[in-house]
Structures are given as structure tokens and as C-alpha cells.
């Protein structure tokens, strides 16, 4: 099976070369890397060309995110098709293996990594990736959870069944439980894990999970999120973070950013909903509840043989090309 890598990006000049030098030591090196760029104004295109990146562009005005995502997807030529953001990057070389590795089930249309921040993101965001992304694989998946800033899926089932381009986000999740109600299987790989990189404001944060509300009210027609929900998941997420800042000796440090995160993430929330009758409770678990210190802790085993050194290959000019590498494949193939 081929991989093909597609990655969304405007003006990711900061980020995007840790995530291609990471692509590029990768112990399965993808047939093509393809970069939808949205008119990115600082470095981010010619970062990509250096590294050999195919250069799709699309009119930000026209921009929606599964819009992106077809638009990338048509240009591919993979059987598979990984989709990461442009700020994030691979912890391990067996990253793409182990996420394209249930594919090897005919039943399998997608799949979808374990996902963790860094010192720059906020630390209830910590605790959303640990309550969203578990230590543990879960194959096949019950639910429709999926998220693609770390997933996979079959080029034939894009075909049959492109991204709707009108939702305002959580298009992944649209697409999974249509994948899903047709008979696909969604697999949890936690093994394939990537380091997601958030420097958002409270304004970026609370849009962020209001345009995401938005979205949810339309893929689940039963989705509510009231006020009751507001004033008791509010309190309950704040008080779980404050927990794991004190058992992580973070406590002074972090207070205040706990109490802004939640306070936007929860009013973006409340103000994208404002809907009838009740979401999933699989879903709702997922997205709302604070997550436990069990949870955060079961099955954490880190790959640390396969961990790639980022400290070491990025002081190093670049010697790897993906078109070159696409080109060479493709001779061996006529050969």
C-alpha cells in the first residue's frame, strides 16, 4: 500500500520543518508528501519545497476544512491517504507503520493516532489529549471518534465518500460515523502518536470549540449542550485540572491558565450548541468529562527505542527529497 501524506497549513513556517524531518525519518518513508496551502504570507511554501512537498494551493476565501482535505485528496495518488496538521510532528520512526498497520483488515476505512502537547500547550489541553487519545488501542472502535490532525483512511473510500465541505469543523468526525454506518471499521492506534503543538489565545480557543459546536449540531441531529451542562461541567473540569496540576507539582504555575481554557472552552461551547435533545453519551464522555488519573495513566508505555531525536537531525541541512523519492518508486515499480 502506498502512503500518502497530506498536510493543511497557513503560514506554519514555525512548526512545518520539524514535522517533514520527522516524515523523513520515518522507518516506512511515505510514496508522496502533499501540502494544501491556504496563502500562506511567511515561509511556509518554500520550507516545503526544499523538502521535495507537492504544492497544492487553495484560495483562502474558499477555504473550509474538508474543502482542503478533497482538494489534497484528489491530488494523491496513495491507496492510503495520512492526514496530519502542520504543527505537529511524529514522536517515533514507526509512526506511519503503526498507524497504516490495521489496513491490513479489509474492514478497515480508517484509523487514527494518539495525540499529546508540549511545553507550549495549555495545560488543560494536556488533559483533553489524555481524556480524547488513551494509552490504549481500541480495535475495531464502537464509536465515531476520529480526529485528523493524526489519521488515515482508504483512498476508495474517499472516493465513494468525499469530506462535506460545509461544516465549520469536525469533518473527521462526519466522515466517520458515515464510514461507520456503511459497515467500516474505525481503528485506535496508540502506538502511532504525534506531539500536536497549540499556541492559541482565549479568543482562538473559545472560536475554536464554538465553530467545533457548531459542526456537532449538524453531524448529530440529537446534540445538546445547555446551560445545565455548562454550569456543571464547567466547575467539574476546572477542579479535575487543579488535581492533576497539584499531583504534578504545577499547581502555582498553572491556575490561571486552567480557569481561562475552560472558561472559553465551555462559553465557545455553550454558544455553538444552543440545541435540542442530548448528545451521544460515548461522545459526550469524551469530549466534556475530565479525564481520571487512571485514564491518564493505564497502559503508558512509551516506544523509547523508536523516539526520534529532533535535536540532532534539525541542526542538519536537508538531505532528503519526497518528490525524488516518489520518482524513484515509481522506477522500480516499471522496472
Not at 476508495?156 to 460545509?166: H, L, M, V
Amino acid at each position: 500500500m502506498k502512503c500518502s501524506i497530506i498536510i493543511r497549513a497557513y503560514n506554519e513556517a514555525r512548526h512545518i520543518s520539524k514535522l517533514l524531518a520527522g516524515l523523513a525519518h520515518q522507518s516506512r518513508v511515505p510514496y508522496e508528501v502533499i501540502l494544501v496551502d491556504s496563502g500562506s504570507t511567511d515561509d511556509t511554501v518554500e520550507i516545503a519545497r526544499r523538502w521535495g512537498v507537492k504544492i497544492v494551493p487553495i484560495d483562502k476565501r474558499s477555504f473550509t476544512f474538508g474543502r482542503s482535505l478533497n482538494i489534497g485528496c484528489a491530488a494523491a495518488s496513495g491507496d492510503i491517504l495520512v492526514f496530519v496538521s502542520a504543527h505537529v510532528y511524529p514522536k517515533h520512526r514507526t509512526w506511519l507503520s503503526d498507524l497504516v498497520q490495521p489496513f491490513t483488515e479489509q474492514q478497515v476505512v480508517l484509523s487514527y493516532g494518539k495525540q499529546r502537547g508540549n511545553e507550549l500547550n495549555h495545560f488543560s489541553e494536556h488533559q483533553i489529549f489524555a481524556k480524547w487519545f488513551p494509552n490504549e488501542s481500541v480495535f475495531p472502535q464502537r464509536s465515531y471518534f476520529c480526529n485528523n490532525a493524526n489519521a488515515a483512511i482508504r483512498r476508495s473510500e474517499w472516493e465513494k465518500r468525499p469530506y462535506d465541505e460545509s461544516l465549520t469543523g469536525l469533518e473527521d468526525l462526519d466522515w466517520g460515523k458515515k464510514a461507520q454506518a456503511d459497515g467500516g471499521w474505525i481503528a485506535y492506534v496508540a502506538s502511532a502518536e504525534i506531539i500536536h503543538v497549540h499556541e492559541e489565545n482565549w479568543t482562538s480557543v473559545r472560536n475554536r470549540y464554538r465553530r467545533e459546536a457548531i459542526a456537532m449540531r449538524w453531524i448529530d441531529k440529537e446534540s445538546r449542550f445547555g446551560i445545565f451542562d455548562f454550569a456543571t461541567l464547567l466547575p467539574a473540569n476546572i477542579l479535575s485540572d487543579l488535581w492533576h496540576a497539584l499531583l504534578e507539582k504545577k499547581l502555582p504555575f498553572e491556575m490561571k491558565s486552567i480557569l481561562l481554557f475552560r472558561y472559553n472552552q465551555m462559553t465557545g461551547t455553550l454558544q455553538g450548541y444552543r440545541g435540542p435533545s442530548e448528545l451521544s453519551e460515548e461522545l459526550r464522555k469524551r469530549f466534556y468529562f475530565p479525564v481520571s488519573r487512571a485514564e491518564k495513566l493505564s497502559g503508558n508505555q512509551d516506544n523509547v527505542e523508536h523516539e526520534i531525536d529532533y535535536s540532532e537531525i534539525l541542526d542538519k541541512p536537508i538531505r532528503y527529497d519526497f518528490q525524488r523519492h516518489q520518482a524513484d518508486v515509481q522506477t522500480q515499480q516499471r522496472h
